[in-house]
């Protein structure tokens, strides 16, 4: 899996948040728990909504009339559960490897919700953050990777994106972006990246005058 991004070389790194930087499962479940308890929704244990966006989530589970404020309920657990956040393995490591402005972080969540987290473990905030409501779609359209794109100014073919889940890999793709997988929340059989590692630590970066390359361990 590794040969598909060796020899490489990519202008700029877009990065997914949860699962992939931050280890925010213990905060999801929480913050998720706690809304449906309070809006009287049964869990779904029959499909997997990671990756999903929180109104696409709310939409399923709310009449119209009620999503606005579902949706401005959970961001505000979301802000408020950060006890239980971590930076994942490589994660402020790779941060601080990477040039700033060759940097981007895209997530189905909020502006508000993705820098709690970046402060809750300790990271290093990333100058462009884009959110599925920056965009006319999240996840798995591609609208997310390409407007990150845009504002490093780099070409979508010379990105990689670096992601924990199915949609994510798919997103990419469909922006025409090289995808690398952690392996974080996602067994390998079911993820179809260009490659694959068990978190962040297992990656090199190495920053060269042509641009940025990766060596997987």
Do not use: N
Not at 25 to 51: C, I, N
Not at 62 to 84: C, Q
Not at 152 to 163: F, K, N, T, W, Y
Request: hydrophobic letters at 45%.
């Amino acid at each position: 899996m590794a040969s598909a991004l060796q020899g490489r070389v990519f202008d700029a790194v877009i990065f997914d948040l949860d699962q992939t930087l931050v280890d925010s499962a213990q905060a999801l479940g929480e913050a998720w728990g706690r809304w449906m308890a309070e809006y009287d929704v049964e869990p779904d244990t029959s499909r997997s909504w990671h990756g999903w966006t929180s109104e696409d989530i709310i939409r399923l589970c709310l009449p119209e009339e009620r999503v606005d404020e579902g949706l401005a309920r959970i961001e505000e657990l979301e802000v408020a559960t950060t006890h239980a956040i971590r930076a994942l393995p490589g994660a402020a490591e790779t941060l601080d490897a990477l040039p700033a402005d060759r940097v981007a972080i895209g997530t189905s969540g909020t502006h508000a919700v993705a820098r709690a987290r970046l402060e809750a473990a300790g990271l290093r905030p990333s100058r462009v953050l884009v959110t599925a409501s920056d965009v006319a779609e999240g996840k798995p359209a591609p609208d997310i990777f390409l407007a990150a794109a845009r504002q490093l100014g780099a070409d979508p073919s010379r990105c990689l994106v670096v992601e924990d889940a199915p949609t994510g890999v798919e997103a990419a793709r469909a922006a025409g972006m090289a995808t690398l997988a952690v392996l974080t929340s996602t067994p390998p059989d079911r993820i179809d990246a260009d490659a694959q590692v068990r978190d962040l630590s297992h990656v090199r970066w190495q920053v060269e005058s042509d641009g940025i390359r990766v060596e997987l361990d």
